[in-house]
């Protein structure tokens, strides 16, 4: 059997078996019409319409289907399909889905926009939860917000300031921000404050000097500051 291209969707109707075999694929099966039997790995499953089945790469398996049946079938190499296996589809909406995707595949002018997006419609509706976990997180270019914070000194800065400039909400931010640094939003940019006015300050400039350019209300409150910082090493 030739691999499928990825990602494609087709109308498939079952009868008698044709023998067990295996894929190097994702084969996902969702029950438009009649009830199919399978045997996949030695375990039985039954798909009825609105049932589904994932079966994964290298799982030998066998169908039958007496009365015939007729499903909604994806062959798909997407890794994200490993977290739905065992999982039955979220009623109704995967069947709703599927029923859609088939009046598509269906028709001659077949709906290319709804067929493009339909695999991966379907990998949510059959288990958003899984799904939704698996979605990469916006990355978060730390010296880039670091270098944003410096230039923005002369202005007070808030964690409603770095969450805009890393396009995250302020709970994300500072989540992220405890996660990633290990330390609140605001020790952050009090860190990046420090580092900043420890640089100038070993460059020779003075402290009225350092304290106006990085943001501190007076010499006094810089001085207090850095003795802190160095305390603490």
């Known amino acids: 059997m030739h691999a499928p291209v990825a990602n494609s969707l087709s109308l498939r109707s079952y009868g008698a078996s044709r023998g067990s075999h295996a894929h190097d694929h994702f084969q996902v099966l969702v029950g438009l019409g009649g009830v199919l039997e399978l045997e996949v790995e030695g375990r039985g499953r039954r798909v009825a319409p609105g049932d589904g089945c994932v079966v994964a790469p290298g799982d030998r398996h066998d169908f039958e289907a007496a009365g015939g049946s007729r499903c909604l079938v994806l062959d798909t190499r997407q890794a994200a399909w490993s977290a739905c296996q065992g999982l039955a589809p979220a009623a109704p909406q995967a069947l ?28 949510e509706a059959w288990a958003p939860r899984q799904t939704a976990l698996q979605r990469p997180r916006r990355r978060i270019d730390w010296p880039a917000l670091a270098a944003w914070a410096e230039a923005h000194w002369h202005a007070p800065i808030g964690v409603a300031d770095l969450a805009a400039v890393a396009c995250l909400s302020p709970s994300q931010f500072a989540q992220r921000c405890r996660e990633e640094q290990q330390m609140s ?33 007076s010499p006094s409150a810089l001085t207090a500051a850095m003795r802190r910082l160095d305390s603490r090493r």
């Not at 940019?189 to 640089?199: D, E, I, N, S, T």
């Not at 402290?207 to 501190?216: D, F, I, L, M, N």
């Open 185 to 217: 939003p605001m020790q952050w940019l009090r860190a990046q404050r420090l580092v900043q006015a420890r640089a100038l300050r070993d460059g020779g400039m003075a402290v009225a000097e350092t304290a106006r350019r990085t943001g501190y209300r």
């Open 96 to 123: 709703m889905l599927a029923n859609y995707l088939a009046q598509c595949l269906a028709r001659a002018d077949a709906h290319a926009l709804a067929l493009h997006h339909g695999p991966q419609l379907l990998l």
